[in-house]
């Protein structure tokens, strides 16, 4: 438990403008007494915002995991906790100043954990088809265009 974010449900939801606080019936049953997020998904066991970790949350049966979106030069999410994608690939660049393309070609690793492999950055429609009617979803805009992803619901 102490891995993850553990916040009750008025705390998360009271931020969101269409609350009416009454739990809305898109949210999934909570498995806890307290909703639990995972933070930029289980990176306790995977390197941080990759599907591996959002997988780990989803077998640890959380209620959500959060994301960080940010947009590419080209328009395309993708999914990225700082702005300069170094922390994660040991390579210098900024996510809103680089081509998709070019970032799916970049593997991230945790700097700490080589043990864990390589993985690519998770474009934003990778997420969403993994999580699914598995766990909820909790953004966090970095840099990205807040109506573009609502579309897509």
Request: aromatic share 8%; charged share 25%.
């Amino acid at each position: 438990m102490n891995k993850y974010i553990v916040v009750g449900l008025v705390g998360i939801l009271s931020c969101l403008p269409f609350y009416n606080h009454a739990q809305p019936k898109f949210l999934n049953k909570s498995n806890h007494k307290f909703i639990v997020i995972a933070h930029r998904g289980d990176h306790i066991e995977a390197p941080e915002n990759t599907l591996l970790a959002y997988q780990h949350a989803i077998d640890n049966d959380v209620d959500f995991i959060e994301i960080d979106l940010r947009t590419t030069v080209d328009g395309k999410q993708i999914i990225m906790h700082n702005s300069d994608i170094e922390h994660m690939t040991s390579i210098k660049g900024k996510v809103k100043e680089m081509r998709f393309d070019s970032l799916r070609k970049i593997m991230v690793k945790d700097p700490t954990h080589s043990e864990w492999g390589l993985h690519k950055i998770p474009a934003f429609n990778e997420v969403l088809e993994l999580c699914r009617g598995k766990i909820n979803i909790y953004l966090d805009f970095k840099d990205a265009d807040v109506e573009k992803p609502i579309k897509k619901f």
